[in-house]
């Protein structure tokens, strides 16, 4: 019966803190109707002990498209709607896949949405979020609360004052991605 | 002959006291099904199986969709529905379909040269290796990717391009462990409830529906709106309807029975001499008919409930001859009137037998053993019991007979009226004429839909919402073995892709997408050594592969890498979405289905009909174009048989009234027509069911006539004539407001149909009363 209480009290209270980690959040950060900027990404490969660095812009438009070009080493265009992911190579267009047909898609294109544009709502339907804030800087760590999603992603650290500037995703096997962003420009 | 009256009639009521008892312990559930009714016809013992099948599998589950403004809500509302739900455990259980995406993500990887999604195949076809070796650089630098990374096992992201290139069977993502429609635009998430019984089963259908019910009204008022698809849903409604039904047009039908009969004999016994048989007649018939057949089908039921009408005709006419006679000279008397009644009606109704349609089947058996035991009764019982009748009212004349008769006697006789008489059969015989060439059949399914359009439009919402094809068409794929069966499906896949290509087709999924032939498997292994060979080193140099590297990479494509037998493939979750495809059939064969997706017009039906005849190994199955093909073709067998039933009969009463059969014939002939006419200018049509209805005008007006030209236009049988005619049009008069189609159409030949012969056929009777 003790036990019982003092798990509901716990509970409670970690809904409370939980709760609150959010707002703040949503308080502190912004998400702009559209954006552009530039990003630098290294990626860890645990397989091969190395990193691949790459650089790029990007832009998105809220709700309705984000535009990922990698411009070093190589050119690639990765455009993502909430229904389409689409794929360019110098300009022409070698993949497209459709959420109407394909479930991981349909997820990939939400937590890509979610993550990119600090999307609070979206990002609390697939991960546990925790967030320290302390004067205008926040850090944010996502846990998958899917075994789905958990196959692809083990962790998220956001991290950003005004806008989102660092992400760092830990992949299952031990793959590591870190994005900063840089010239941040709402237009 | 008392003696013999008095054993007849305890062996009677014995046997029917023992076939009751007998019946009552067997439960049989009612059957509104549109399956049901159709013909065990002459299809391949594969397909039929194949189609029992998937009829199976859609009616053992209940699809529940849970729809709400926002994804809280929707979400609480999904726990409160499941925890309800939780009450049934037993008799159906929620099942989870999220654990089938879960397992399957990584089981495949070790297969992932000999699957190979199908664009990277066509690619590595066409020789098209730059191209994926730019898409496998892309996706590496790529800040997120389907499946992991992985530069040495798998350095050309074939098992990301498998994984993102698999398509499920309905439009859910995985959200918190919910499915969730990505279809619909507020928050939707998807529930599947799966019976332990099948939906006709009473109990389950008392059990599940008020939970069901309940749940959607709690949730209504939340706002939250909760749909369901599934058979259960229409089998219950159909039970309900059925229910609703009987009662209205059995009590309706008994009620009027009851104020007729007191107003005329202004007493109760005669009311229960009458009701007597009938009941006796309804009894054995549900007796019979359900220890005969596994489910008593709805459509027997009503029709047996129109049964009363032709019953209560046998008892009438003893009641009313009561009144003049001791019982065993009425016996003697209307015997072989009775006689001749019973064996007409048998045979038109048994005939019925004889079509392979088990709906028709069972009215035939209801009808037939109902009209014997109504009779028998009316022999055995009746003479007992009514032989008070005659003492109290010897030589008296009922004041309603009388009355009644006067109106006759002012009819004019047609027999006196040559000109009219011959103007009547012109019109008759132009009136059929005219029908025969220019009344449309009907024979769309929808006559055989038993459920309300609003429970219609309710499942095909959430199944639009799964985004499941409302095509009822599939095709079948068969082989002799496993790996025939998935070669023989790849060859034709060819043929349906280049429907897809033209747009003669939106899309197909089938199984051999999910699992290739080894054949197909081996041949994209050597693709892809083949891709290994022209861009490995390049690969390799681009993102810096040490040489002992990309030997380890190349040598898990050359050292021979694994292929997913179906032994390994059932194991997997993705399996589920074919359940069985890999378990020989009872002919020996292998079959899989391929769903076909989107619309599709009568253009693309006949292109996929003619591809799949050009192919032995396909078959192209509608079950919807089936249904109206069969009812078109037992439309027919009915309307034949219409023929030689009055054949038959005419031939049979010649034997008794010689050249005076037109007086029996002529009225049931001309009543029908006409009925069949006016049918035909309401609903622009005719169908089968409208033609089952002629029957029982047939056997209705049949016993009219051969009674009153066996009492030679006495009172009484004019009485019980108009009595038992206006009984049955009471109750079929409430058929013809039935909400089922099937009963509607029954009625709207029935209600005219008696009215006109009970009009037509005083004109018939003969001039002179002394002629045989």
């Given at each position: 019966?003790?036990?019982?209480?003092?798990?509901?009290?716990?509970?409670?209270?970690?809904?409370?803190?939980f709760?609150?980690?959010?707002?703040?959040?949503?308080?502190?950060?912004?998400?702009?109707?559209?954006?552009?900027?530039?990003?630098?990404?290294?990626?860890?490969?645990?397989?091969?002990?190395?990193?691949?660095?790459?650089?790029?812009?990007?832009?998105?438009?809220?709700?309705?498209?984000?535009?990922?070009?990698?411009?070093?080493?190589?050119?690639?265009?990765?455009?993502?709607?909430?229904?389409?992911?689409?794929?360019?190579?110098?300009?022409?267009?070698?993949?497209?896949?459709?959420?109407?047909?394909?479930?991981?898609?349909?997820?990939?294109?939400?937590?890509?949405?979610?993550?990119?544009?600090?999307?609070?709502?979206?990002?609390?339907?697939?991960?546990?979020?925790?967030?320290?804030?302390?004067?205008?800087?926040?850090?944010?760590?996502?846990?998958?609360?899917?075994?789905?999603?958990?196959?692809f992603?083990?962790?998220?650290?956001?991290?950003?004052?005004?806008?989102?500037?660092?992400?760092?995703?830990?992949?299952?096997?031990?793959?590591?991605?870190?994005?900063?962003?840089?010239?941040?420009?709402?237009? | 002959?008392?003696?013999?009256?008095?054993?007849?009639?305890?062996?009677?009521?014995?046997?029917?006291?023992?076939?009751?008892?007998?019946?009552g312990?067997?439960?049989?559930?009612?059957?509104?099904?549109?399956?049901?009714?159709?013909?065990?016809?002459?299809?391949?013992p594969?397909?039929?199986e194949?189609?029992?099948?998937?009829?199976?599998?859609?009616?053992?589950?209940?699809?529940?969709?849970?729809?709400?403004?926002?994804?809280?809500?929707?979400?609480t509302?999904?726990?409160?529905?499941?925890?309800?739900?939780?009450?049934?455990?037993?008799?159906?259980?929620?099942?989870?379909?999220?654990?089938?995406?879960?397992?399957?993500?990584?089981?495949?990887?070790?297969?992932?040269?000999?699957?190979?999604?199908?664009?990277?195949?066509?690619k590595?076809?066409?020789?098209?290796?730059?191209?994926?070796?730019?898409?496998?650089?892309?996706?590496?630098?790529?800040?997120?990717?389907?499946?992991?990374?992985?530069?040495?096992?798998?350095?050309?992201?074939?098992?990301?391009?498998?994984?993102?290139?698999?398509?499920?069977?309905?439009?859910?993502?995985?959200?918190?462990?919910?499915l969730?429609?990505?279809?619909?635009?507020?928050?939707?998430?998807l529930?599947?409830?799966?019976?332990?019984?099948?939906?006709?089963?009473?109990?389950?259908?008392?059990?599940?529906?008020?939970?069901?019910?309940?749940?959607?009204?709690?949730?209504?008022?939340?706002?939250?709106?909760?749909?369901?698809?599934?058979?259960?849903?229409?089998?219950?409604?159909?039970?309900e309807?059925?229910?609703?039904?009987?009662?209205?047009?059995?009590?309706?039908?008994?009620?009027?029975?009851?104020?007729?009969?007191?107003?005329?004999?202004?007493?109760?016994?005669?009311?229960?001499?009458?009701?007597?048989?009938?009941?006796?007649g309804?009894?054995?018939?549900?007796?019979?008919?359900?220890?005969?057949?596994?489910?008593?089908?709805?459509?027997?039921?009503?029709?047996?409930?129109?049964?009363?009408?032709?019953?209560?005709?046998?008892?009438?006419?003893?009641?009313?001859?009561?009144?003049?006679?001791?019982?065993?000279?009425?016996?003697?008397?209307?015997?072989?009137?009775?006689?001749?009644?019973?064996?007409?009606?048998?045979?038109?109704?048994?005939?019925?037998?004889?079509?392979?349609?088990?709906?028709?089947?069972?009215?035939?058996?209801?009808?037939?053993?109902?009209?014997?035991?109504?009779?028998l009764?009316?022999?055995?019982?009746?003479?007992?019991?009514?032989?008070?009748?005659?003492?109290?009212?010897?030589?008296?004349?009922?004041?309603?007979?009388?009355?009644?008769?006067?109106?006759?006697?002012?009819?004019?006789?047609?027999?006196?009226?040559p000109?009219?008489?011959?103007?009547?059969?012109?019109?008759?015989?132009?009136?059929?004429?005219?029908?025969?060439f220019?009344?449309?059949?009907?024979?769309?399914?929808?006559?055989?839909?038993?459920?309300?359009?609003?429970?219609?439009?309710?499942d095909?919402?959430?199944?639009?919402?799964?985004?499941?094809?409302?095509?009822?068409?599939?095709?079948?794929?068969?082989?002799n073995?496993?790996?025939?069966?998935?070669?023989?499906?790849?060859?034709?896949?060819?043929?349906?892709?280049?429907?897809?290509?033209?747009?003669?087709?939106?899309?197909?999924?089938?199984?051999?997408?999910?699992?290739?032939?080894?054949?197909?498997?081996?041949?994209?292994?050597?693709?892809?050594?083949?891709?290994?060979?022209?861009?490995?080193?390049?690969?390799?140099?681009?993102?810096?592969?040490?040489?002992?590297?990309?030997?380890?990479?190349?040598?898990?494509?050359?050292?021979?890498?694994?292929?997913?037998?179906?032994?390994?493939?059932?194991?997997?979750?993705?399996?589920?979405?074919?359940?069985?495809?890999?378990?020989?059939?009872?002919?020996?064969?292998?079959?899989?289905?391929?769903?076909?997706?989107?619309?599709?017009?009568?253009?693309?039906?006949?292109?996929?009909?003619?591809?799949?005849?050009?192919?032995?190994?396909?078959?192209?199955?509608?079950?919807?174009?089936?249904?109206?093909?069969?009812?078109?073709?037992?439309?027919?067998?009915?309307?034949?048989?219409?023929?030689v039933?009055?054949?038959?009969?005419?031939?049979?009463?010649?034997?008794?009234y010689?050249?005076?059969?037109?007086?029996?014939?002529?009225?049931?002939?001309?009543?029908?027509?006409i009925?069949?006419?006016?049918?035909?200018f309401?609903?622009?049509?005719?169908?089968i069911?409208?033609l089952?209805?002629?029957?029982?005008?047939?056997?209705?007006?049949l016993?009219?006539?051969?009674?009153?030209?066996?009492?030679?236009?006495?009172?009484?049988?004019?009485?019980?004539?108009?009595?038992?005619?206006?009984?049955?049009?009471?109750?079929?008069?409430?058929l013809?407001?039935?909400?089922?189609?099937?009963?509607?159409?029954?009625?709207?030949?029935?209600?005219?149909?008696?009215?006109?012969?009970?009009?037509l056929?005083?004109?018939?009777?003969?001039?002179?009363?002394?002629?045989?």
């Amino acid at each position: 019966m003790k036990k019982t209480f003092l798990s509901i009290i716990l509970f409670t209270l970690s809904l409370s803190v939980f709760a609150n980690d959010l707002d703040k959040l949503k308080a502190v950060t912004t998400t702009p109707e559209k954006l552009t900027g530039i990003f630098a990404q290294t990626k860890f490969l645990a397989q091969l002990d190395t990193s691949i660095k790459s650089t790029g812009a990007f832009n998105y438009i809220r709700d309705t498209k984000i535009v990922w070009h990698t411009l070093t080493p190589i050119d690639s265009t990765l455009e993502l709607t909430p229904k389409t992911i689409l794929n360019y190579q110098d300009g022409v267009q070698v993949n497209k896949l459709d959420s109407n047909t394909n479930s991981i898609v349909a997820v990939f294109s939400d937590i890509f949405f979610g993550v990119m544009t600090a999307q609070w709502q979206v990002l609390e339907e697939y991960f546990s979020v925790s967030a320290e804030v302390s004067e205008g800087h926040w850090k944010a760590t996502l846990i998958p609360i899917d075994k789905n999603i958990g196959g692809f992603i083990s962790k998220v650290i956001l991290e950003g004052d005004k806008y989102l500037k660092q992400v760092t995703l830990y992949e299952p096997e031990g793959n590591l991605t870190h994005i900063e962003f840089d010239q941040l420009q709402q237009k | 002959m008392k003696i013999n009256f008095k054993l007849g009639a305890l062996i009677w009521a014995i046997f029917v006291i023992v076939i009751c008892l007998f019946a009552g312990t067997k439960q049989t559930a009612v059957d509104t099904s549109i399956m049901a009714l159709l013909p065990k016809y002459e299809q391949k013992p594969l397909v039929h199986e194949l189609q029992e099948q998937q009829t199976a599998e859609y009616a053992n589950h209940v699809f529940i969709m849970v729809s709400a403004n926002n994804k809280q809500s929707a979400r609480t509302a999904i726990s409160t529905i499941s925890s309800q739900l939780g009450t049934l455990a037993g008799v159906a259980d929620l099942t989870t379909l999220v654990s089938s995406a879960s397992t399957q993500t990584n089981a495949l990887y070790p297969y992932r040269f000999a699957l190979l999604s199908e664009p990277v195949a066509k690619k590595l076809q066409e020789k098209d290796y730059d191209s994926q070796f730019r898409s496998a650089l892309s996706k590496l630098f790529s800040p997120m990717g389907a499946g992991k990374a992985d530069p040495v096992q798998d350095p050309f992201f074939l098992y990301s391009d498998i994984l993102l290139g698999q398509t499920m069977n309905v439009q859910v993502k995985i959200e918190e462990g919910l499915l969730r429609l990505t279809n619909v635009e507020k928050p939707s998430y998807l529930l599947v409830l799966e019976l332990h019984k099948n939906p006709f089963d009473l109990p389950t259908q008392d059990q599940v529906m008020p939970v069901l019910q309940s749940i959607k009204q709690q949730m209504s008022k939340q706002g939250v709106s909760v749909s369901y698809s599934g058979l259960l849903l229409h089998a219950a409604k159909g039970a309900e309807q059925a229910k609703f039904e009987i009662s209205t047009i059995g009590l309706g039908s008994i009620l009027g029975i009851v104020i007729i009969i007191i107003l005329v004999f202004r007493r109760i016994v005669p009311l229960l001499q009458i009701l007597l048989p009938v009941m006796v007649g309804c009894l054995v018939a549900v007796a019979v008919t359900s220890l005969w057949f596994e489910r008593v089908h709805l459509i027997t039921i009503a029709f047996g409930a129109g049964l009363v009408g032709v019953a209560v005709d046998y008892s009438m006419h003893f009641v009313c001859e009561s009144y003049l006679h001791t019982g065993t000279t009425v016996v003697r008397k209307l015997f072989s009137g009775l006689l001749l009644g019973l064996v007409s009606s048998v045979l038109a109704y048994g005939g019925l037998a004889l079509t392979p349609f088990p709906g028709l089947q069972q009215i035939a058996v209801f009808s037939a053993t109902g009209l014997i035991a109504a009779w028998l009764s009316v022999l055995l019982f009746l003479p007992l019991i009514t032989t008070k009748n005659t003492l109290q009212n010897k030589e008296n004349y009922l004041p309603t007979a009388l009355l009644l008769n006067r109106c006759k006697e002012t009819f004019p006789k047609l027999d006196q009226l040559p000109k009219v008489a011959s103007l009547f059969i012109i019109a008759i015989a132009a009136t059929s004429l005219s029908l025969f060439f220019w009344a449309t059949p009907q024979d769309s399914v929808r006559l055989l839909q038993t459920s309300p359009p609003s429970l219609l439009k309710e499942d095909q919402q959430v199944q639009q919402a799964l985004g499941n094809s409302v095509n009822s068409a599939f095709l079948i794929v068969s082989g002799n073995g496993a790996e025939a069966m998935l070669e023989n499906e790849e060859l034709f896949r060819l043929q349906l892709d280049a429907l897809i290509q033209n747009g003669t087709l939106a899309g197909y999924q089938a199984v051999s997408q999910s699992i290739p032939s080894l054949q197909r498997q081996r041949q994209n292994i050597d693709l892809v050594k083949q891709l290994y060979q022209a861009k490995l080193d390049s690969y390799a140099q681009a993102i810096g592969l040490s040489a002992q590297q990309k030997a380890i990479a190349n040598n898990y494509v050359q050292e021979n890498p694994p292929t997913l037998s179906p032994e390994r493939w059932s194991t997997l979750a993705i399996s589920a979405q074919w359940p069985g495809v890999f378990t020989p059939h009872s002919t020996g064969e292998y079959a899989s289905i391929i769903r076909l997706k989107g619309h599709l017009s009568e253009d693309s039906i006949q292109q996929l009909q003619a591809a799949a005849a050009t192919d032995h190994n396909i078959d192209y199955v509608d079950q919807i174009a089936d249904i109206s093909a069969t009812l078109a073709r037992y439309r027919t067998k009915v309307a034949d048989w219409l023929f030689v039933a009055y054949g038959i009969i005419t031939v049979l009463l010649f034997f008794r009234y010689r050249l005076n059969v037109w007086r029996v014939m002529l009225p049931p002939i001309a009543g029908s027509i006409i009925a069949l006419a006016c049918t035909v200018f309401i609903n622009g049509g005719y169908n089968i069911f409208n033609l089952v209805a002629l029957m029982l005008v047939f056997g209705i007006g049949l016993d009219m006539g051969i009674f009153l030209q066996e009492s030679r236009g006495s009172a009484h049988t004019w009485l019980a004539v108009s009595l038992s005619t206006l009984t049955s049009l009471l109750a079929f008069g409430l058929l013809a407001l039935s909400k089922t189609p099937v009963l509607y159409h029954f009625g709207i030949i029935v209600l005219p149909g008696l009215l006109l012969i009970w009009l037509l056929s005083p004109f018939m009777q003969t001039s002179r009363l002394e002629t045989q």
